[in-house]
Every structure is written in C-alpha cells, then in structure tokens.
C-alpha cells in the first residue's frame, strides 16, 4: 500500500505542474488571450476530473462549476477567477 | 473469486494508471487499459483477447464514451458486454441517460482508489445475477 501511496504522490506533484501552466493558461484567458469556448471547457473538465482523483478537491468542484455554467452558456466569469485565485494559493503558496 | 478481464478505456493517463494500478490491487482482477474508444474498438477487433468488463470514461475527445458504447454493441461478440461509464459529472439525471443507453453502472469521478476494485467486481456480480 506505501508503493502505491507513493505513487499517487507521484501524480500529485504532477497535477500541481500541470495546475501551474493552466494557471498561466486561465490568467492570460482573463487577460485577454481568450480561449475558445471548447479549449477552456476542456481545460476545466480535465481539471476537474484531475484535481478531485489527487487530492484537490475544492479546485475540482470550482472546475466542475465553471464547466457547467460553461455548458449552460452562464456567466463562468466570477467562478473562473475564484478558479484562478484559489489556483493560486495552491500553486504559489506565500511564504 | 475468479478473474475478471476489464478493459479500462480514458484519455486521462494519469487517470489511466491510477485506475489500472487500483484494479491491479485485486490481484484477480486482469485490466487492461488504452487511450481512446478508437483504440478499445481496435484492440477488441484484433482479439483474441475478450474483456468480461469495459470500464469507459464518457467524456473524451474524438469518440466519446457513449459513441464507443454504440459502436461496440455493432461488433459482432460484443454485443452483451457489460460496460460500466466513469465520469466526473454524475447527477442524477446524467446518470441515468447513462444508465438508459446501457451501462450497467456509473461510477462517479473523482473515485475512491482504494475501492474501485471492489465496485466493479460488485456491478459484474449484480449484472450476472440478473
């Protein structure tokens, strides 16, 4: 079971770099470089589904909402900061 | 308990190998898994091996899960597979469309590694039953 913990360890580390460069992702989408409407649904669905299996489940369920109000063609736009600030604290803990 | 061949089919790899390696924690349990619903319809056409189980992500790009279940139920031999859908969005009513295309289960995502062995081998055996 401890291999197997530490593999999943493993796949931790690697959703936290991957949740950096979709952070660098979201905030250029915020920041005018605007993501096609299938490109960030697909970005949140993955992130979403990732997140939740390793450990970040408050980053999944911000994931699935903007997923969902993406699909149901809301306004995403207050949870996609949410989104981004909580992508933040997570990926760039201060000191 | 005997050995369940499970095909595992999600283009998520990290996914993909946590699933593969939580099957595995069932050492009678065989899983095999690929990458795309392409790439399950060719592996089963190739034969000769034959899953007793398909565990099928539903949302993938190109075929998702839903179309890989049509067009597996068209291939000769597979037409009563049974087949199980994962997805992160599982409300009820996703469910059960899921359910009514003829999964005999969904399982939600995240799921719990520690116990997805023991859901599957527990959806085959209401199935069988059936």
Known sequence: MTDFN?????????????AAHDLSRLRGHQQGTVLAKPELLALVHHMAGNAGMFGFQNISVLASDVELQLDNDADATPTLEALVALLQETVEPKE | MSVLKVLYVDDEPDIREVATLSLELDPQIECRAVESGASALAL????????????????????????TLAALRGMAGFAATPVVFMTARARGFEQEHLLQLGAIGVIPKPF???????????????????
Do not use: C
């Not at chain 1, 530490?6 to 991957?18: D, M, P, Q, S, V």
């Not at chain 2, 089963?44 to 179309?67: C, E, F, H, Q, S």
């Not at chain 2, 590694?113 to 069988?128: D, I």
């Open chain 2, 44 to 67: 089963l056409a190739d034969g000769p091996w034959r899953p007793d189980l398909i565990l099928l992500d539903v949302m993938m790009p190109g075929m998702d899960g839903p179309a």
């Open chain 2, 112 to 130: 719990d590694p520690m116990s997805l062995a023991v859901q599957l081998r527990s959806l085959s055996r209401s199935w069988a039953s059936v």
């Open chain 1, 6 to 18: 530490t593999t999943l360890e493993k796949f931790r580390a690697r959703f936290l770099a991957r």
